[in-house]
């Protein structure tokens, strides 16, 4: 059971390349998250998906794609790199009950170290 | 004003002392997260509580809902509890949280 699974670990970018970071779970959970965390800020929420086919812009999404064609994976896309994405980024899955407001803990990834430069 | 703040931002103590990290919030909520982030990056969940108090070993976590207020406590602290500490609480639906900055905490031996 290997939980949130992120890959690449570290990347380093040129301005102006794309990528994408890919993040997979195996715990049958319905929502996914993307978070970045910026040295001395806490962690913000870039995208957000309740199940297989919906997702949702979170706090921070400009210069961000996501989709979520399955329930196991959550890929994050950047088209445009840009200094101000240079960031560590995290993946987070959490399981779902009926209720809109339930509180369930969320299993991270170990992060993805990005540079633009 | 972050909707939740955490302090201190940063806390060294020796072996053995007694640690506390506070949050406070200012959104109504129905239950606080506290996580721990280790110095390698890694992100796990410690405590989900929406009153009283929780304990897991030698951490334990306080809520005072009316107040707004939570604690995090460490007891005979050990070097290897050096990590960053965030609180969370929910906003919205779907789970999604909004993360206090986190305060780093080192133990020396």
């Known amino acids: 059971n290997a939980g949130v699974t992120q890959t690449p670990k570290f990347r380093i970018l040129k301005i102006g390349q794309s990528m994408t970071l890919q993040c997979t779970q195996d715990m049958n959970h319905n929502y996914m998250y993307w978070y970045r965390q910026d040295p001395g800020m806490g962690l913000k929420l870039i995208y957000y998906?309740?199940?297989?086919?919906?997702?949702d812009k979170g706090e921070v999404p400009n210069g961000y794609n996501v989709s979520r064609s399955t329930t196991e994976d959550f890929p994050l896309r950047l088209e445009l790199a840009a200094p101000s994405q240079t960031s560590v980024y995290f993946c987070?899955?959490?399981?779902?009950?009926?209720?809109?407001?339930?509180?369930?803990?969320?299993?991270f990834g170990d992060g993805t170290r990005l540079s633009i430069l | 004003k972050n909707e939740v703040e955490q302090s201190p931002q940063n806390l060294t103590a020796q072996e053995g002392e007694f640690i506390t990290i506070n949050c406070s919030y200012s959104?109504?909520?129905?239950?606080l997260h506290w996580l721990q982030q280790h110095p390698g990056g890694g992100i796990v969940s410690l405590f989900m509580l929406s009153s009283g108090k929780k304990k897991h070993g030698r951490l334990i976590a306080t809520i005072n809902i009316q107040e707004k207020h939570s604690s995090l406590h460490i007891t005979a602290s050990h070097p290897r509890d050096s990590a960053v500490y965030i609180c969370?609480?929910?906003?919205?639906?779907?789970?999604?949280?909004?993360f206090g900055q986190g305060t780093r905490l080192t133990i020396n031996p």
């Open positions: 969370a609480v929910p906003k919205g639906g779907a789970q999604k949280l909004v």
């Open positions: 998906s309740v199940g297989a086919g919906i997702t």
């Open positions: 959104v109504g909520i129905s239950a």
């Open positions: 987070a899955s959490s399981y779902s009950t009926r209720e809109r407001f339930s509180n369930q803990p969320q299993h």
